[in-house]
């Protein structure tokens, strides 16, 4: 009969099990990234191509997954090990997140505003996707991307700052939006015009009517195609070959 500190001891334990993914994500500044299924994570094909970029992949895989515990392997490695494994999670996380369940997984951090919202006052705290600016790693920060006015922006954390941009890719919102369409925003006109006593100043309104020439010449040929310029959806994806014609 074993005695009340000892099923006092095996509760506690298993209560307090901690994975390797759930204390990677609860790192400050991981707040980007959503958690991984174990089955894409051990399924080889998904991992094509990534012992280029870190070495000991199965030994990865294993202490990503709990199959082995870090501190079995020999300190002098352990450090490297750990540094390693958050190299390939992210690589896995930027091919994850191209998956259908992925993007949905996305989409609810997304619709929840885990990656912030648009600084510009026209877009009306629009929610931002992280973009990555290349597909391989150490060339870029991870970027924050506004389907509304289609620009990149910094993140304002500097943890958020420094997370390398190829853990999401280059074609993530793309795919996102083609995904979700129902949430491709309506762009808008409004732009900023400074005045002073109510009056534009000179060479900003000068620049303002050549920027209303332009996009009437714009519309004017968007027309003539046949495309809709009216309360017009995202630009980032979808576009036809018109679009791109009367774009050049």
């Not at 000179?202 to 003539?224: A, F, I, P, T």
């Amino acid at each position: 009969m074993s005695n009340g500190n000892e099923e006092y001891g095996t509760d506690s334990s298993s209560d307090y099990t901690e994975y390797w993914i759930d204390l990677f994500l609860g790192i400050k500044g991981n707040e980007y990234y959503c958690d991984i299924d174990d089955e894409y994570i051990r399924d080889r094909f998904n991992l094509t191509g990534l012992n280029q970029e870190v070495s000991r992949v199965p030994t990865l895989i294993d202490i990503i997954t709990d199959s082995i515990d870090i501190e079995s392997q020999p300190e002098e490695h352990r450090e490297v090990l750990e540094h390693n494994s958050r190299i390939l999670y992210g690589l896995i996380h930027a091919r994850f997140i191209l998956t259908s369940r992925g993007l949905n997984k996305m989409f609810e951090k997304y619709r929840n505003g885990d990656f912030g919202y648009c600084p510009r006052f026209h877009c009306s705290l629009h929610p931002l996707l992280p973009i990555g600016l290349h597909d391989q790693p150490r060339f870029a920060s991870v970027k924050l991307y506004c389907a509304k006015c289609e620009d990149l922006y910094n993140p304002k954390s500097g943890r958020h700052a420094v997370v390398d941009g190829a853990y999401f890719g280059t074609s993530f919102p793309a795919m996102f939006f083609q995904t979700f369409p129902q949430v491709i925003p309506i762009h808008t006109k409004d732009t900023y015009v400074p005045k002073v006593f109510g009056f534009k100043l000179h060479d900003y309104s000068k620049l303002n009517r050549w920027r209303e020439l332009q996009r009437g010449k714009l519309e004017k040929r968007l027309v003539k195609q046949g495309i809709e310029i009216n309360n017009v959806v995202g630009g980032f994806v979808g576009k036809n070959e018109e679009e791109v014609e009367v774009k050049k």
